[in-house]
């Protein structure tokens, strides 16, 4: 599968951004999507998830309340709603995803990702 990210920006703090991952190739409903970010100088890491259906979500805890991620596959396209952001967000963010037969399943662990799309800077002025 392959991904492309965009809606990335410059934002004031406690704007809003929406950022949306479309996917091409294989069956969009067989792969866990997750978004990940990395500011420079940091590590990757990972910020929300969600399953192949939809049902199941998780969001890291510095971004729970602020961030949520959604997906339509009718669609292949996954997003991530950002809303009361801070310049600590600001960060290149990335959609990834992997094959599972399992319907519930997600995963914060970016090693489990197979796939990455190619990144949308974010950035967020004080």
């Known amino acids: 599968v392959q991904l492309q990210a965009s809606g990335g920006g410059l934002v004031q703090a406690g704007g809003s951004l929406r950022l949306s991952c479309a996917a091409s190739?294989?069956?969009?409903?067989?792969?866990?999507m997750g978004w990940f970010r990395q500011a420079p100088g940091k590590e990757r890491e990972f910020v929300a998830t969600?399953?192949?259906?939809?049902?199941?979500?998780h969001h890291a805890d510095s971004v729970k309340g602020r961030f949520t991620i959604s997906r339509d596959n009718a669609k292949k396209t996954v997003y991530l709603q950002m809303n009361s952001l801070k310049p600590e967000d600001t960060a290149v963010y990335y959609c990834?995803?992997?094959?599972?037969?399992?319907?519930?399943?997600?995963?914060?662990?970016?090693?489990?990702?197979?796939?990455w799309g190619q990144g949308t800077l974010v950035t967020v002025s004080s």
């Open positions: 990834a995803a992997f094959a599972t037969p399992y319907v519930s399943r997600w995963s914060i662990d970016l090693g489990r990702y197979e796939y």
């Open positions: 190739g294989r069956t969009f409903s067989d792969y866990v």
């Open positions: 969600i399953s192949r259906g939809g049902g199941r979500t």
